[in-house]
């Protein structure tokens, strides 16, 4: 399984941004997709998981800010990421994972918001 994500960039606090991750090499629907970040100095955080029949779970840190969403025919999992906070500073991990599999991984992609 391969996942490419994108969509990161330098934004303002208060911004938005929407990451888009397509996975390849697997069957996507079976899916349960999530997005990690890590700040720098910190542990990888789970923020977002959607899962096969699109029911979504957030950290508290991002609920309400973040959605998180999917496109199965597109092979794609997306993160509109809103009001944006410095502390929201990270690189941003897509994930994925069929039972009773572990996560797999993606590149990162960096996200930096300015005060």
């Known amino acids: 399984v391969q996942l490419q994500a994108s969509g990161g960039g330098l934004v303002q606090a208060g911004g938005s941004l929407r990451l888009s991750c397509t996975l390849s090499?697997?069957?996507?629907?079976?899916?349960?997709m999530g997005w990690y970040r890590q700040a720098p100095g910190k542990q990888r955080e789970l923020i977002a998981t959607i899962a096969t029949l699109g029911s979504t779970d957030y950290a508290e840190a991002v609920k309400g800010r973040f959605t998180i969403s999917r496109d199965n025919a597109k092979n794609t999992v997306y993160l509109e990421m809103n009001d944006l906070k410095p502390e929201d500073t990270a690189v941003y991990y897509c994930?994925?994972?069929?039972?009773?599999?572990?996560?797999?991984w993606g590149q990162g992609t960096q996200v930096t918001v300015s005060s």
């Open positions: 090499g697997g069957i996507f629907s079976r899916f349960t």
């Open positions: 994930s994925g994972r069929v039972l009773p599999h572990d996560w797999s």
